[in-house]
């Protein structure tokens, strides 16, 4: 039966889905605004590890996964699914967004996408934000409703894609070939790969509440110091 945990579990994803589930959730990841709690950093090291002989039968697997297969077919998944994610950011527009939260669909996801956006300028926060979960699913559409051109969004989307899955699914295929029994790190290796994929997001949001609160501390100061001069 399906939970939560399964959800978050690389290694259950892509022992009941195979090499066609994997592609399709790094699109539907970067593609679609419902795929942001997939587990994608973490699935595209397993998978990486599945393409070893060493580790495929340990996790489950009737064979390896074809390592060429990945390489090709995950950044074009990656690639299409943040190009689809820009076409509805440009064509609905504001739309999209002004809808209340819900259990899914959450404004803040869509304000942090736009920090990164305006942080670090368009090209490199479309790069960046391959290796921020869920900033990469909403920074597509925010990068097609802030009216990023097309062409220049794909020049970026296709670095970043790049970048991102095969960094991992290569450092996934090495760690699988050349550490021993490491198929009993899987749970514990994704769990730090989550972990360290986070930190930026939260970093962000105690570095909002600082903020938050010292805003209101700094403005009575002011109103203080103008009551106090003299006429």
């Not at 869509?110 to 920090?115: I, R």
Request: proline residues 7%.
């Amino acid at each position: 039966m399906m939970d939560l945990a399964n959800l978050l579990d690389a290694q259950w994803w892509i022992v009941t889905f195979g090499l066609i589930g994997i592609l399709a959730i790094i699109f539907a990841e970067t593609g679609l605004l419902v795929g942001f709690f997939l587990p994608g950093d973490s699935l595209l090291v397993v998978a990486g590890m599945g393409a070893s002989a060493a580790v495929a039968s340990s996790v489950g697997l009737d064979a390896p996964f074809p390592l060429p297969v990945l390489l090709i077919a995950a950044p074009l998944c990656a690639i299409a699914g943040a190009q689809l994610g820009h076409y509805f950011g440009a064509k609905t527009g504001p739309r999209l967004f002004s809808r209340p939260d819900s259990r899914l669909f959450k404004r803040e996801y869509v304000e942090k996408a736009e920090h990164y956006f305006a942080k670090f300028g368009p090209s490199k926060a479309v790069v960046l934000a391959r290796f921020i979960p869920i900033v990469r699913t909403f920074l597509n559409p925010v990068a097609g409703m802030l009216g990023m051109p097309t062409s220049r969004f794909f020049l970026w989307n296709v670095v970043g894609g790049l970048l991102w899955t095969e960094s991992l699914l290569l450092f996934g295929y090495f760690a699988g070939s050349t550490i021993p029994n490491v198929d009993r790190y899987i749970l514990p290796g994704a769990a730090v790969i989550v972990l360290l994929s986070v930190i930026p997001i939260i970093r962000e949001i105690l570095k909002g509440r600082k903020e938050a609160k010292a805003a209101p501390v700094a403005e009575p100061r002011g109103r203080h110091h103008r009551d106090t001069t003299p006429l």
